[in-house]
């Protein structure tokens, strides 16, 4: 099964702030990567797919880079929703398999 | 508006069985693969196991593998999971998610854009 490093596990920041999350596979994955978006007792919400594409109604302050093995999720100016927890998932091939998640706190 | 809704959790003892169900709207049900996924309490995300759209090709992660069966009925909108031999280590929140298959001119492109909220399972004598 194809590993996906997820760093840092968790990070402190403030509204207003740059926050960038990355994967990092074990193999190369082209560009079949999501990231998703976990706030408590809710389900994931899509954010990118295809390591860069904005999933329709995310803010633009969202965005997705990488190809291959090293992947990127970058949040411009944090807003206050965006506390939560975020995971990136490889669809390349079977079984599917998640990074182990990163935190993002106040 | 897309909707899916799993029901069928709840406490089973070790060894037992469940089986789980999700209910689809709002979209073209019949022409979507469809996915399982779970999530331990605390604990982070897990696919479990998928479905093409017309039962043709199922996967299944290796811990769950010759237990758990996904099958779908497309005439009634709604995906299923069987649940045999349960062990604690199966304690989850258990997701349906559909999976988005776009064509582009030099790929084929796979996501996972609708959610349900979930159903629990708790493995527990």
């Known amino acids: 099964a194809i590993q996906m490093t997820q760093s840092p596990s968790s990070l402190s920041a403030s509204v207003g702030d740059r926050v960038t999350i990355t994967c990092r596979a074990s193999?190369?994955?082209?560009?079949?990567l999501g990231w998703f978006q976990q706030k408590p007792g809710k389900p994931p919400k899509l954010l990118i797919y295809?390591?860069?594409t904005l999933q329709s109604g995310v803010p633009s302050r969202f965005s997705g880079s990488g190809s291959g093995t090293a992947f990127t999720l970058t949040i411009t100016s944090l807003q206050p929703e965006d506390f939560a927890t975020y995971y990136c998932l490889q669809d390349y091939n079977f079984p599917r398999t998640f990074g182990q998640g990163t935190k993002v706190e106040i | 508006e897309e909707h899916l809704v799993e029901s069928g959790g709840g406490l089973v003892q070790p060894g037992g069985s469940l089986r789980l169900s999700c209910a689809a709207s709002g979209f073209t049900f019949d022409t979507s693969p469809m996915n399982w996924f779970r999530q331990a309490p605390g604990k982070g995300l897990e696919w479990v196991s998928y479905?093409?759209?017309?039962?043709?090709?199922?996967y299944y992660t290796d811990s769950v593998k010759g237990r758990f069966t996904i099958s779908r009925d497309n005439a009634k909108n709604s995906l299923y999971l069987q649940m045999n031999s349960l062990s604690a280590e199966d304690t989850a929140l258990y997701y349906c998610?559909?999976?988005?298959?776009?064509?582009?001119?030099?790929?084929?492109?796979?996501?996972?854009?609708?959610w349900g909220q979930g159903t629990l399972v708790t493995v527990s004598s």
């Open positions: 998610a559909r999976e988005k298959v776009e064509m582009t001119a030099v790929s084929i492109v796979n996501y996972f854009d609708y």
């Open positions: 295809a390591a860069s």
């Open positions: 479905i093409s759209s017309r039962s043709n090709t199922i």
């Open positions: 193999e190369g994955i082209r560009d079949d």
